[in-house]
């Protein structure tokens, strides 16, 4: 007759009742539609000058501004944002961009493009969990 020594498997990690909350995760398509207005209501009629250098300092700061406050209120706490805005010449020039992230899975990034025949702007909006 075999006797148990009472000895039992650990509970794997994934089969683990967490003893928090689930953590909030970040709406991007929330922010997507806000950033997919602003950038236009914005800039439509904005045109390029090299000589008005203040006023394109300005629409960058008001987009990144009005976007990171977009950030706060979906999603208030839990995560830290960063919103990158770059406003550039438009002469018909090509482009690209990549970013390589490591992320948790509740980590998001979001970009959005306008362009108009004088100008053209990127918006890169980046949350990240808090721990």
């Not at 039992?8 to 990690?13: E, G, I, K, L, T």
């Not at 003893?19 to 709406?27: L, S």
């Not at 501004?65 to 944002?81: D, L, N, S, T």
């Not at 805005?85 to 992230?101: A, D, F, K, P, W």
Request: glycine letters at 6%.
């Amino acid at each position: 007759m075999a006797t148990t020594l009472g000895l039992r498997s650990p509970v794997s990690r994934s089969g683990a009742v967490s003893p928090q909350a689930p953590r909030p995760a970040f709406d991007t398509e929330v922010l997507r539609a806000y950033v997919k207005k602003l950038l236009p209501s914005t800039l439509s009629h904005a045109v390029w000058s090299p000589i008005e250098r203040d006023q394109v300092k300005a629409w960058m700061k008001e987009i990144g501004e009005r976007v990171k406050e977009r950030m706060v209120e979906i999603q208030p706490q839990g995560f830290k944002y960063m919103v990158l805005v770059q406003i550039t010449e438009n002469l018909g020039q090509g482009g690209r961009s990549h970013m390589v992230s490591h992320w948790e899975d509740g980590d998001v990034c979001l970009n959005e493009l306008f362009f108009n025949d004088s100008l053209f702007c990127t918006c890169t909006a980046i949350a990240v969990r808090a721990s």
